[in-house]
C-alpha cells in the first residue's frame, strides 16, 4: 500500500511567522510531489509542485524535496490569515507517467491575527 | 476558461436510491480522475480515466460503484444503490498531458 503521511494538526502559528508543514512517503519510486491548498468547503487548489531535491522557491512559498528520507515540506513565509486552510501533500508514485496520484490525510494551518 | 464543472452540486436522497454525478473537464484535458472525501478517510481516488479509457478503478469501494466516460467532455459515477457510508463530498479533476490536475467544486452527497 502506497501511502503519503502528514500529521493533521492543528498547526497554529501567528501572523507573520514562518508556518512550516511536513509529509513523508512509502515509495521509493515517487518522482513528483505536489502541495494543494483546500479551504473549508472549497476544491483543492495546486500550489506547488517540486520534482528534484532541494528547495524550490514561489512567492511567499517553498517546497523541499528528500528523496534520500522520502520526505517533503512546505513552508509558507509571512503567514497571513489567509494562508489559514487545510495543506494536502500529494504524490504520483511509481510509474509515473500515469498522472496518479495520492493525497496525504492533510495538515490544517491556523493563522492568527 | 472554464474549469471543471461538476453537477450537481449538493445531493441529498434516501438510502437504496440510484444517485448519478457528473463531470465535464477542461476541454483538451486527457485524464479525468474522481475522488471521494470523507473526515475519515480524507481524499481517495476512485478512478481514473486516460483518453476515455478508464486505466485503474481499484479505489472504487464496491460493485455499487460504476463510472463511464462516452467521449472527452462528460463522465459520471454512478451509486446504484446508495447507503448512507456513501455520504460524501466527490470532485472530480481532470489533467492535460503535460501538467498537474485540476479540481472541480465537488458534490456533497448525503444518503439519508
Known amino acids: 500500500q502506497k501511502e503519503v503521511e502528514q500529521n493533521s494538526g492543528p498547526l497554529s502559528v501567528p501572523e507573520g511567522a514562518i508556518a512550516s508543514l511536513n509529509c513523508t512517503y512509502s515509495?521509493?519510486?515517487?518522482?513528483?510531489f505536489f502541495w494543494y491548498r483546500q479551504y473549508s468547503g472549497k476544491s483543492p487548489e495546486l500550489i506547488m509542485f517540486i520534482y528534484s531535491n532541494g528547495d524550490k522557491e514561489d512567492g511567499r512559498f517553498t517546497a523541499q524535496l528528500n528523496k534520500a528520507s522520502q520526505y517533503v515540506s512546505l513552508l509558507i513565509r509571512d503567514s497571513q490569515p489567509s494562508d489559514s486552510a487545510t495543506y494536502l501533500c500529494a504524490v504520483n508514485p511509481a510509474p509515473s507517467n500515469t498522472g496518479k496520484l495520492i493525497f496525504g490525510q492533510g495538515t490544517t494551518l491556523q493563522v492568527k491575527p | 476558461d472554464a474549469g471543471v464543472i461538476q453537477s450537481p452540486r449538493h445531493e441529498v436522497t434516501e438510502m437504496g436510491q440510484e444517485v448519478t454525478l457528473r463531470c465535464k473537464p477542461i476541454s483538451g484535458h486527457n485524464s479525468l480522475f474522481w475522488y471521494r472525501q470523507t473526515m475519515m478517510r480524507g481524499l481517495e481516488l476512485l478512478i481514473y480515466?486516460?483518453?476515455?479509457?478508464?486505466?485503474?478503478d481499484s479505489g472504487m469501494p464496491e460493485d455499487r460503484f460504476s463510472a463511464k466516460m462516452p467521449n472527452a467532455s462528460f463522465s459520471t459515477l454512478k451509486i446504484q444503490p446508495s447507503e448512507p457510508r456513501d455520504s460524501a463530498v466527490y470532485f472530480c479533476?481532470?489533467?492535460?498531458?503535460?501538467?498537474?490536475?485540476?479540481f472541480g467544486p465537488g458534490t456533497r452527497l448525503t444518503v439519508l
Open positions: 480515466f486516460n483518453n476515455n479509457v478508464p486505466i485503474d
Open positions: 515509495d521509493r519510486g515517487s518522482q513528483s
Open positions: 479533476a481532470s489533467k492535460p498531458v503535460t501538467d498537474t490536475q485540476y
